[in-house]
Every structure is written in structure tokens, then in C-alpha cells.
């Protein structure tokens, strides 16, 4: 049973460029929520997708939207990148009925220059 | 409030017991969670205790919850090299939000 898996997993962009990140939940799971790590800070929350539509979203600028297909993988966009930007961008898969069990993939480092 | 905090640095011997400390502020919490991250990987759930239990026993890993101070704390008995980490304390919510809120986390240091 595959856990939570996410591509890529280092990435390095130049300031205003757009980026996409990649999440596949964990078997069985429907709903993924975002969330954004910076160096020595604890995650937090970007957004959460369920049926294919943002339902919930965190304090970050439109610059951060996302997507869910069918299959409930789920992409993160970023437009217009910041340096601030940089950080670890972490997706965590739950069960509609279960939302407070969010297990998290391992990450993608982005790193913007 | 959303506010989770936590000491930012904990050292003990191998094979001591640690004890990890959490306040948290949004009394509505129904969950609240310990969580691993080791150097360069993503975050590994440990445990999570409901709001209207006192305490949490798995294996080496006890949690105790306040309700009333608002306070959560990790034991881990016998303390191993591979325990070295950053923990975070983190709490389903606040209200109405489907998403887990977390601490600026505790790197736990084990000195052989």
C-alpha cells in the first residue's frame, strides 16, 4: 500500500517564474491539503481539495492555486515567484470522513533563486 | 487563537526518558498530534489523542493532555540516537477548518 508520494523532489526556479508540484494520495484517501514549510518553521496550511474543488484555504496569496483530477492527485501551482517562496511544500492526503488523520508525503524542496 | 508553542531545543542522554512540551490556545481542539521529521524528510505521524482523553499509551511513546492549561506533552521512554528529530505539536482546527495546525517544533538532541 503506497503511501503518500510527491514529485518533484528538489526543484530550483528563478524569481517570476511559475512552478508545479505533484501529489498522489494515499490508497483509499480522497482529500489533500497543501501545506508550506519554511526553513525552521513548522508547516503551514495552503489549501485542501476535495471532488476536484478548492474547499478550504489558508492565508497565501492567488499567486497559489492548485488542482485535483478524478483519480484524486492533486497539482500546486505557484506563479510569479518570490525568494520567499523557498521552502519545503508538503501534501497530506485524508478521508473525507476521517479529515482529522492527514498523512503527509515527504515533501518537495523548492529552492528559488 | 491558532497559536501552538513549543520549546525549540531538548538534549538528553540515550536510553533517559524526554519529555516534550506543547500549549496550545483554540480550546475547541478536537485532536491534537505529535509529529516526527527527521533531517530532509517529510513529516512522520507519530500518535494523536482525542480532546476528551486524558492520556495515550504506544509503546515507548506516552501523551499526556491538560485540557484545562491547554498543555500536550510527548514521553519517550528510553531514548534512542535514531529518536533525534524535530517534533511538532499540532491541533486539528480551529474550528471549521479541516487542517492541522503547527507548532514552530522542538529539536530533541540524544547524546550518546
Known amino acids: 500500500d503506497a503511501g503518500v508520494t510527491q514529485s518533484p523532489t528538489h526543484l530550483i526556479k528563478t524569481r517570476g517564474q511559475q512552478v508545479t508540484l505533484r501529489c498522489s494520495p494515499k490508497?483509499?484517501?480522497?482529500?489533500v491539503s497543501w501545506y508550506q514549510q519554511a526553513l525552521g518553521q513548522g508547516p503551514q496550511f495552503i489549501f485542501q481539495y476535495y471532488e476536484e474543488e478548492e474547499r478550504q484555504r489558508g492565508n497565501f496569496p492567488d499567486r497559489f492555486s492548485g488542482h485535483q483530477y478524478p483519480n484524486y492527485s492533486s497539482e500546486l501551482n505557484v506563479n510569479a515567484l518570490l525568494l520567499g517562496d523557498s521552502a519545503l511544500y508538503l501534501c497530506?492526503?485524508?478521508?473525507?470522513?476521517?479529515?482529522?488523520?492527514?498523512?503527509f508525503g515527504p515533501g518537495t524542496r523548492l529552492t528559488v533563486t | 487563537g491558532e497559536d501552538v508553542e513549543q520549546s525549540l531545543f531538548l538534549s538528553v542522554r540515550e536510553g533517559d526518558s524526554s519529555v516534550i512540551n506543547c500549549t496550545y490556545t483554540d480550546s475547541s481542539s478536537t485532536y491534537l498530534y505529535w509529529y516526527k521529521q527527521e533531517p530532509g524528510a517529510g513529516l512522520q505521524l507519530l500518535t494523536y489523542?482525542?480532546?476528551?482523553?486524558d492520556m495515550k499509551q504506544d509503546q515507548r511513546l506516552t501523551v499526556l493532555l491538560n485540557k484545562k492549561d491547554k498543555h500536550l506533552s510527548l514521553r519517550i521512554a528510553d531514548t534512542q540516537t535514531g529518536d533525534s528529530a524535530i517534533y511538532f505539536c499540532?491541533?486539528?482546527?480551529?474550528?471549521?477548518?479541516?487542517?492541522?495546525?503547527f507548532g514552530t517544533g522542538t529539536k530533541l538532541q540524544v547524546i550518546p
Open positions: 490508497s483509499g484517501h480522497d482529500t
Open positions: 499540532a491541533e486539528f482546527g480551529p474550528r471549521g477548518y479541516q487542517k492541522v495546525t
Open positions: 489523542i482525542f480532546s476528551n482523553m
Open positions: 497530506a492526503s485524508s478521508q473525507r470522513d476521517s479529515p482529522y488523520e492527514q498523512y
